[in-house]
């Protein structure tokens, strides 16, 4: 089996893709690129570099050109796989192209609090449990099959940033996880376009689809 392209879209500080270049094994997945908006963390081009990943940088105070550069970077790039950590929709054109093979983080459980500011109005709405998801995008936001999901209790006057930090915690191991089952060809839909893990264990908790390759810190 070839190694699986895959391409990083970012606009934060990119501790999602560090992990994946770091963790995931270089026989099953080769990061081909890496896409920064203006604002994310500037270490991060050395970073790239320093780990054999062409980066690129744009600046989205010009829309059109923009999403015009963003396009035809990813399409030239020949990518098996995108993955977003990134607050820009995508051009529907791009999304064409690579349908099924553009994956998104949510810091929410859909379909409940799509869009912005997932974690906040999940504490906010008073929610017994919130948690993360990861979906394959298409042109509605956040309206993707989903692919996996992450629960995490809530605690009633947590502060935002506790709260994320023990997202995170479960959301690492689940995204290194879901990039290593498209590498595997594992990633297949059913008759109504939900994505199904051929052989993963469901129902579990608070990942499920079940890790396999990947554990939760102890």
């Known amino acids: 089996m070839s190694r699986l392209r895959v391409g990083f879209c970012v606009s934060g500080n990119g501790s999602l893709f560090r992990a994946a270049v770091e963790q995931i094994d270089a026989a099953l997945v080769d990061p081909a690129l890496l896409i920064l908006e203006r604002k994310a963390a500037p270490d991060l081009d050395t970073f790239a570099s320093g780990h054999g990943v062409r980066c690129v940088r744009l600046d989205p105070s010009d829309?059109?050109?923009?999403?015009?550069?963003?396009?035809?970077?990813?399409?030239d790039a020949g990518l098996d796989l995108i993955a977003l950590t990134f607050d820009?929709?995508?051009?529907?054109p791009l999304v064409r192209h690579y349908a099924g093979r553009i994956i998104n983080v949510h810091p929410a459980l859909l379909p409940a609090f799509a869009g912005m500011h997932g974690m906040r109005r999940t504490l906010a709405s008073g929610a017994r449990f919130g948690g993360a998801t990861i979906h394959e995008?298409?042109?509605?936001?956040?309206?993707?099959?989903?692919?996996?999901?992450?629960?995490?209790?809530?605690i009633p006057g947590e502060?935002?940033?506790?709260?994320?930090?023990?997202?995170?915690?479960?959301l690492e191991p689940m995204y290194l996880q879901v990039i290593a089952w498209y590498g595997e060809g594992r990633v297949e839909h059913d008759g109504q376009?939900?994505?199904?893990?051929?052989?993963?264990?469901?129902?579990?908790?608070?990942?499920?689809?079940?890790l396999e390759r990947f554990g939760l810190r102890g």
Not at 63 to 75: E, G, V, Y
């Open 137 to 154: 995008v298409v042109d509605e936001v956040d309206a993707g099959p989903i692919v996996a999901q992450a629960v995490v209790g809530t």
């Open 63 to 75: 829309r059109p050109a923009f999403d015009r550069d963003l396009t035809a970077l990813l399409i």
């Open 193 to 210: 376009g939900r994505v199904v893990i051929r052989d993963a264990r469901y129902g579990t908790l608070p990942v499920s689809p079940a």
């Open 88 to 92: 820009r929709v995508l051009p529907p």
């Open 159 to 170: 502060m935002p940033d506790d709260y994320g930090r023990r997202v995170y915690e479960l």
